[in-house]
């Protein structure tokens, strides 16, 4: 089972040709005969819905339907700034959560994630298959992955409110919309909770990595799973290095894909705000999961920050937003080496629509960087590359 989809990728690092690309499908094609649960190829791009949600503060995000072990689909929070899938489940009562099929095998493992939200995410680890589907109702799903680790959360808390307990729940907990978090970053986790579009395999000239379409104005989304030239070499787009992991062990590589894990912080730009913040090397997460923030600003540029930024406490300077009417943007420079200026705007008081918002941990070595929030999704289509075993994954806006 190892040994023919390690082949098979390596036929994919020899010049294309017709004779390569049908000897790599072939391979993928006697895996799935031999081992039927080796499923998660990709053989052709495809797309996946996504919908809108209006969460409880008003704001908007995006979800996806999805089970585990041949469950039935549920809908969980579409989050680029997560890392891995995390399903509620009830263990007291299985009933409440039929998104979990028979299909799954659950570990020891304890494990924990917490949310910037504040939410508190608790159960053990699991392998199962994922499923997305097109719509709550579908029989058949779009695509299945191959058995992967995910996150069976039976705890959600935000001390002092439970959301989500082992008994299960009637309401879905997050957000007031969702019953998960399905976690698209492709960082490291040591709990392998990781990515699970990254464990895909793609073949016959798929190239690995996914698209995202998000549109608030025709309410319109999706994520297209596997790349083609259009994709990375659009000559509308504007393409960014993405830097690799840096806590992912010498030499790791994603389970099943054999890619790189790429960093928290995907790729690098810098920041104008107005004319007292400009800032060079900026760490940039790209976020569904969120509104705009800066994160963390050391002290050598807080004085900047103090001529644009209103704190809610001018001494400790915890959190602020931004003043309105300010000029925002984004400066980079692009795979081929041009400087480019992206995701500009005036600053406004709107969630998600030109507000800036500023969060400190009071922590001087805590990492300074902007989270995009899912403003830049409404702003571009966003691809994501993942590159070969060597790395070279790249983020393009177009």
């Not at 304890?110 to 939410?119: E, F, H, P, R």
């Not at 509104?291 to 002290?299: C, G, L, W």
């Not at 050598?300 to 300010?326: C, F, I, M, S």
Request: aromatic share 12%; charged share 15%; net charge negative.
């Amino acid at each position: 089972a190892r040994f023919l989809p390690n082949t098979a990728r390596g036929l994919y690092t020899l010049p294309a040709s017709p004779l390569t690309d049908l000897l790599q499908g072939g391979l993928y094609l006697i895996r799935r005969a031999l081992f039927p649960s080796s499923v998660g190829v990709i053989t052709a791009p495809i797309q996946v819905p996504l919908y809108f949600a209006t969460i409880d503060s008003g704001a908007q995000k995006v979800g996806i339907y999805a089970s585990l072990g041949g469950g039935a689909p549920q809908f969980f929070e579409f989050d680029t700034g997560g890392k891995g899938f995390y399903a509620t489940y009830a263990s007291s009562d299985p009933e409440f959560s039929p998104w979990w099929g028979d299909a799954v095998k659950t570990s020891s493992t304890a494990i924990q994630n917490t949310y910037d939200s504040g939410l508190e995410y608790q159960g053990y680890a699991a392998n199962t298959t994922v499923s997305l589907f097109a719509a709550p109702g579908s029989a058949m799903p779009l695509l299945t992955t191959g058995v992967s680790t995910v996150g069976q959360i039976d705890s959600i808390t935000a001390d002092p409110t439970t959301y989500w307990s082992p008994t299960g729940a009637t309401t879905p907990p997050v957000d007031g919309v969702f019953w998960g978090d399905f976690g698209m970053a492709p960082n490291y986790a040591a709990n392998q909770v990781s990515s699970l579009i990254g464990q895909l395999t793609f073949a016959c000239g798929v190239l690995p990595g996914y698209r995202i379409h998000i549109d608030p104005g025709t309410q319109t989304a999706w994520m297209q799973v596997g790349l083609t030239n259009a994709d990375t070499q659009n000559p509308a787009g504007l393409y960014f290095n993405m830097n690799l992991d840096p806590d992912a062990p010498q030499g790791a590589t994603v389970p099943n894909s054999g890619l790189r894990y790429y960093g928290e912080q995907l790729f690098n730009a810098a920041v104008s705000i107005g004319t007292a913040v400009t800032d060079s090397n900026l760490g940039i997460t790209p976020d569904t999961g969120a509104s705009t923030t800066v994160h963390n600003i050391p002290s050598t540029e807080r004085a900047a920050y103090d001529q644009v930024v209103t704190w809610e406490d001018p001494q400790t300077k915890v959190k602020g937003k931004v003043n309105k009417d300010l000029d925002f943007s984004l400066r980079g420079l692009t795979t081929t080496g041009t400087p480019a200026t992206f995701f500009d705007f005036k600053t406004t008081e709107k969630v998600n629509d030109g507000q800036v918002k500023v969060q400190n941990q009071g922590i001087e070595t805590s990492v300074y960087y902007l989270n995009t929030g899912i403003a830049l999704f409404f702003d571009y289509d966003v691809v994501y590359y993942l590159g070969t075993p060597q790395g070279g994954g790249t983020l393009g806006l177009i």
